[in-house]
C-alpha cells in the first residue's frame, strides 16, 4: 500500500517561496502518476501540477511559470517549488499517486488518483 507524507508548508508573505516535499513508500509501480493538488476552504478540491513515471509534467494555468514539480527518484521524493506566492495561492496542499494508466486531459483530476497524503498548509499572507 502506497504511503505519502507532506512536509514543507508553512505561513509566507505575497512573492515569497515555498518547497513543499511529498515522501512516497510502498510502491511496486514502474509506471505511475503523481500530482500536488489543493483545496481552500469552502472550495473544491483542484489539481495543481502533476507528472509521471517517464518525467512528463501537467500544470494548471493559474500556477504556470511559478510552481515547479519534480521528483528524486533516488529518495522516492515528489516536489513542488514555488515561487511569486499570492494570496490567493492560500490552501491545503496535497499529494496524491496513481499507478494505473491516467490519461493526459484527466492528470489534474483528483477522482484520477487513489493514494493520498494527510496534507501540508501553505498560508500566503503579509
Do not use: H
Not at 476552504?41 to 513515471?53: F, L, M, T, W, Y
Request: charged share 15%; hydrophobic share 30%.
Amino acid at each position: 500500500q502506497v504511503q505519502l507524507v507532506e512536509s514543507g508548508g508553512g505561513l509566507v508573505q505575497p512573492g515569497g517561496s515555498l518547497r513543499l516535499s511529498c515522501a512516497a513508500s510502498g510502491y511496486t509501480y514502474s509506471t505511475y502518476y503523481m500530482g500536488w493538488f489543493r483545496q481552500a476552504p469552502g472550495k473544491e478540491r483542484e489539481g495543481v501540477a502533476a507528472i509521471d513515471s517517464d518525467g512528463n509534467t501537467k500544470y494548471a494555468d493559474s500556477v504556470k511559470g511559478r510552481f515547479t514539480i519534480s521528483q528524486d527518484n533516488a529518495k522516492n521524493t515528489l516536489y513542488l517549488q514555488m515561487n511569486t506566492l499570492k494570496p490567493e495561492d492560500t490552501a491545503m496542499y496535497y499529494c496524491a499517486a496513481e499507478g494505473k494508466y491516467i490519461s493526459w486531459w484527466a492528470r489534474l483530476l483528483p477522482t484520477a488518483y487513489k493514494s493520498w497524503g494527510q496534507g501540508t498548509q501553505v498560508t500566503v499572507s503579509s
